[in-house]
T-cell receptor, first 119, second 113 residues
Framework: GAVVSQHPSRVICKSGTSVKIECRSLDFQATTMFWYRQFPKQSLMLMATSNEGSKATYEQGVEKDKFLINHASLTLSTLTVTSAHPEDSSFYIC???????????????FGPGTRLTVL | DAKTTQPNSMESNEEEPVHLPCNHSTISGTDYIHWYRQLPSQGPEYVIHGLTSNVNNRMASLAIAEDRKSSTLILHRATLRDAAVYYCILRAGIIQGAQKLVFGQGTRLTINP
C-alpha cells in the first residue's frame, strides 16, 4: 500500500514550547490528510481534516489556535502544538487519502505516529 | 457517523481461525465497512473493506451479512503477529466531505502460543 511518514517519531519538550510534527505522503499526492490523537489505552480521536490549499476543518472540542495545521503542498501537512502542556502529551497520528473521483471509493493510509511528551 | 459495536476483547490460539464480529445496525446504503488494526505504538494498518459482497485478500476475509447490519472479519490462521486492536469502521462512500474514518473502541485480540 501507499506510504505515509511522520517526523519526528518521538519528541520530548518543555512546557510552554511549540512542537511541529510533519506528515508526508511518500508515493502519492494527498489532497486530504487527517490528524488523530490517541491517549494511552484509548482509541484514536479525529482532531481535524486538512485539505491542501485551504483551512483545516477541526472536530468539535479541538482548539484550532492550539493545534495549528498547515497543508501547503500535496505531499506535506504539518501539525504544530503551540504552547504545549503536559496534558498535550499523546500519540499523534496522521493519515492521507489517495485522491479519487468524487463519488468513488478512495483509500486512506496512516503514518507510524509521533509520541509527544511534554515535561 | 453510523456507529459500530465490537467486543472489547477476544482471545484465540496460534494457527487457529479467528472470527471478529462487528454490529452496525444503523448502516446506510452508501457506507463502506472498513477494518483496520493497530499494533502497539504504531499507526493503524488497513486490513480490508467491503460494501455488500464478501471480500478476500491476503490478510483476511470479510463476511458481510445480507442485511449489512453486521460483518465478521476472519483471520484464517492466526499468528502471534496478528495480536492487535482491530477496528471496524463505517465510512460514507459517496459524499467526499463525509469520508472521514471515526474510530470506536475496537477489539483487542490476544493470540496464545
Amino acid at each position: 500500500g501507499a506510504v505515509v511518514s511522520q517526523h519526528p517519531s518521538r519528541v520530548i519538550c518543555k512546557s510552554g514550547t511549540s512542537v511541529k510534527i510533519e506528515c508526508r505522503s511518500l508515493d502519492f499526492q494527498a489532497t486530504t490528510m487527517f490528524w488523530y490523537r490517541q491517549f494511552p489505552k484509548q482509541s484514536l480521536m479525529l482532531m481535524a481534516t486538512s485539505n491542501e490549499g485551504s483551512k483545516a476543518t477541526y472536530e468539535q472540542g479541538v482548539e484550532k489556535d492550539k493545534f495549528l495545521i498547515n497543508h501547503a503542498s500535496l505531499t506535506l501537512s504539518t501539525l504544530t502544538v503551540t504552547s504545549a502542556h503536559p496534558e498535550d502529551s499523546s500519540f499523534y497520528i496522521c493519515s492521507a487519502r489517495i485522491p479519487g473521483l468524487a463519488g468513488l471509493y478512495n483509500e486512506q493510509f496512516f503514518g507510524p505516529g509521533t509520541r509527544l511528551t511534554v515535561l | 457517523d453510523a456507529k459500530t459495536t465490537q467486543p472489547n476483547s477476544m482471545e484465540s490460539n496460534e494457527e487457529e481461525p479467528v472470527h471478529l464480529p462487528c454490529n452496525h445496525s444503523t448502516i446506510s446504503g452508501t457506507d463502506y465497512i472498513h477494518w483496520y488494526r493497530q499494533l502497539p505504538s504504531q499507526g493503524p494498518e488497513y486490513v480490508i473493506h467491503g460494501l455488500t459482497s464478501n471480500v478476500n485478500n491476503r490478510m483476511a476475509s470479510l463476511a458481510i451479512a445480507e442485511d449489512r447490519k453486521s460483518s465478521t472479519l476472519i483471520l484464517h490462521r492466526a499468528t502471534l503477529r496478528d495480536a492487535a486492536v482491530y477496528y471496524c469502521i463505517l465510512r460514507a462512500g459517496i459524499i467526499q466531505g463525509a469520508q472521514k474514518l471515526v474510530f470506536g473502541q475496537g477489539t483487542r485480540l490476544t493470540i496464545n502460543p
